[in-house]
T-cell receptor
Framework: EPEVTQTPSHQVTQMGQEVILRCVPISNHLYFYWYRQILGQKVEFLVS????????KSEIFDDQFSVERPDGSNFTLKIRSTKLEDSAMYFC???????????FGPGTRLTVL | KQEVTQIPAALSVPEGENLVLNCSFT??????LQWFRQDPGKGLTSLLLIQSSQREQTSGRLNASLDKSSGRSTLYIAASQPGDSATYLCAVCETSGSRLTFGEGTQLTVNP
């Protein structure tokens, strides 16, 4: 069964460094999303992406964040200058656009030291 | 702004019991509602999706209902098993292709 994959599973970085989190959505899906979950807190929406552009973003998704779909399969989230409070589990999700059932990847645990 | 609340925050039951998890949302103008399961340190597994026009959906021992006008959904788990132990999350989508807004989850423990 097709699934969303994410790499790496765990990323440790120093404060101020740039990180890129990678996702491969399900191949025939049209909408792509990033969410994050700080330990012990709710899953929070960051950004959605459709037709090669951002369709919606939350107040969390400031100028430090960017997303890209560099080719037909990958979807990336870049954090330009990481802060301690960026430490969280980051989830990628995709849906095919009918019924809009979102399927999530296993997540990347980002630890900022 | 949509807010999603789940009650109870935690639930512990003996194996074999039927149980109900509750989810409420503040804005009834939703497109659909999804229930997810999350195991510790893992991703989210979609369990059931209910469209706004539907009243319920069933998958195996799981049954989810939706009362859009009152802003409520329930997840019924029949004949619970230790393998059902996980956190169950409810999330609503307000328009096609838009964000999911999540509740805090119910942490379920099924004791053998």
């Amino acid at each position: 069964e097709p699934e969303v994959t994410q790499t790496p599973s765990h990323q440790v970085t120093q404060m101020g460094q740039e990180v890129i989190l990678r996702c491969v959505p399900i191949s025939n899906h049209l909408y792509f999303y990033w969410y994050r979950q700080i330990l012990g807190q709710k899953v929070e929406f960051l950004v959605s992406f459709y037709n090669n552009e951002i369709s919606e973003k939350s107040e969390i998704f400031d100028d430090q964040f960017s997303v890209e779909r560099p080719d037909g399969s990958n979807f990336t989230l870049k954090i330009r200058s990481t802060k301690l409070e960026d430490s969280a589990m980051y989830f990628c999700a995709s849906d095919r656009g009918s019924y809009n059932e979102q399927f999530f990847g296993p997540g990347t645990r980002l630890t900022v030291l | 702004k949509q807010e999603v609340t789940q009650i109870p925050a935690a639930l512990s039951v003996p194996e074999g019991e039927n149980l109900v998890l509750n989810c409420s949302f503040t804005d009834s103008a939703i497109y659909n509602l999804q229930w997810f399961r999350q195991d510790p340190g893992k991703g989210l597994t979609s369990l059931l999706l209910i469209q706004s026009s539907q009243r319920e959906q069933t998958s195996g021992r799981l049954n989810a209902s939706l009362d859009k006008s009152s802003g409520r959904s329930t997840l019924y788990i029949a004949a619970s098993q230790p393998g059902d132990s996980a956190t169950y999350l409810c999330a609503v989508c307000e328009t096609s292709g838009s964000r999911l807004t999540f509740g805090e989850g119910t942490q379920l423990t099924v004791n053998p």
